[in-house]
């Protein structure tokens, strides 16, 4: 793996998500990750290393804190709606997030951008370390955590009041990151 610094993280987070699209980095402050991903989602925590994240609602405007955050009504129960997912997972449904439906097929030209698109995840997910654990609410992960998540069905367990949401969680020893993007309608 390679490491990552600020502006390596800057730009494949730039490259990746725009409008409508959650992420965010906090500390691992429990032994429960679920607890910290909560705070995470809930904008409670800052980024431990100071780096951006990315908190825009659909619109284009900044999610806040609380009230504000799309993941105000999650609790730690939710959690039991994610499942695990390879690294390599991850870094397909990190690239699926850049469309409106969570699939290949809505992203221009991707046939020609597949390899730059999962680059840019696999410099966000390098953060984590070589032992974090990605989970997902992709459905798909549920029966096989291993795979082809550009070739995986559109069903997804909902986090958040959107009408699809979708994304991936990276857990380390040390730090919490929350990938999420929306669809509004």
Request: net charge negative; proline share 4%.
């Amino acid at each position: 793996m390679n490491q990552i610094d600020d502006v390596s993280w800057e730009r494949s987070l730039r490259s990746l998500f725009g409008e409508a699209m959650f992420a965010a980095v906090g500390p691992r402050q429990s032994d429960d990750w679920r607890l910290d991903a909560l705070d995470v989602m809930q904008l409670k925590m800052d980024d431990p290393r100071g780096w951006l994240r990315l908190a825009k609602a659909p619109g284009g405007r900044d999610y806040g804190a609380g009230s504000e955050s799309p993941f105000i009504a999650v609790t730690p129960a939710d959690f039991d709606s994610v499942f695990p997912v390879s690294r390599t997972g991850a870094e397909q449904v990190m690239v699926t997030l850049m469309s409106e439906w969570f699939q290949v097929e809505d992203i221009p030209h991707f046939s020609v951008r597949e390899v730059e698109l999962i680059s840019h995840a696999r410099v966000i997910l390098e953060r984590f370390g070589r032992d974090a654990l990605f989970f997902t609410n992709a459905t798909t992960a549920r029966e096989n955590p291993h795979a082809d998540m550009f070739r995986r069905e559109g069903a997804y367990e909902g986090f958040t009041g959107h009408v699809i949401d979708c994304g991936v969680i990276a857990v380390s020893a040390t730090e919490v990151g929350i990938f999420w993007g929306f669809t509004i309608d």
